[in-house]
């Protein structure tokens, strides 16, 4: 059974950073695709970054460009999100999303694994 477990959540000022993790488990082998989506109180969850690991490419939104970083390990079996300059819209529950055989766009969330979220808190 592949299951996503993220770690790393928390709640901070902003300006401050944090990094998240996210730890699959169950998959022999190397996923297309891993995400970072995000959903606040009463908005649409929204992509936050993404990693093809065929190309080892990325993706960001825009609101996270130049502040957020998306990465993995050696091993291929977790992946990271620097978050840096965090900003009270910021604040949501965070979720990764693994993909075996698809490369989904950002804006795609048709992911087949999913975790089950850590919380990001950023006050002002």
């Known amino acids: 059974q592949v299951q996503l477990v993220e770690t790393g959540g928390g709640s901070v000022q902003a300006g401050g950073s944090l990094k998240l993790s996210c730890e699959v488990s169950g998959y022999k082998d190397t996923m297309n695709c891993m995400a970072w989506f995000r959903q606040a109180p009463g908005k649409e969850r929204e992509g936050v970054a993404i990693?093809?690991?065929?190309?080892?490419?990325?993706r960001y939104a825009d609101s996270v460009k130049g502040r957020f970083t998306i990465s993995t390990d050696n091993a291929k079996k977790q992946v990271y999100l620097q978050m840096d300059d965090l900003k009270p819209e910021d604040t949501a529950m965070y979720y990764c999303?693994?993909?075996?055989?698809?490369?989904?766009?950002?804006?795609?969330?048709?992911?087949?694994?999913w975790g089950r979220g850590t919380q990001v808190t950023v006050s002002e």
């Open positions: 990693f093809y690991f065929r190309n080892s490419n990325t």
């Open positions: 999303a693994a993909e075996p055989n698809r490369a989904f766009s950002l804006w795609d969330d048709r992911f087949r694994y």
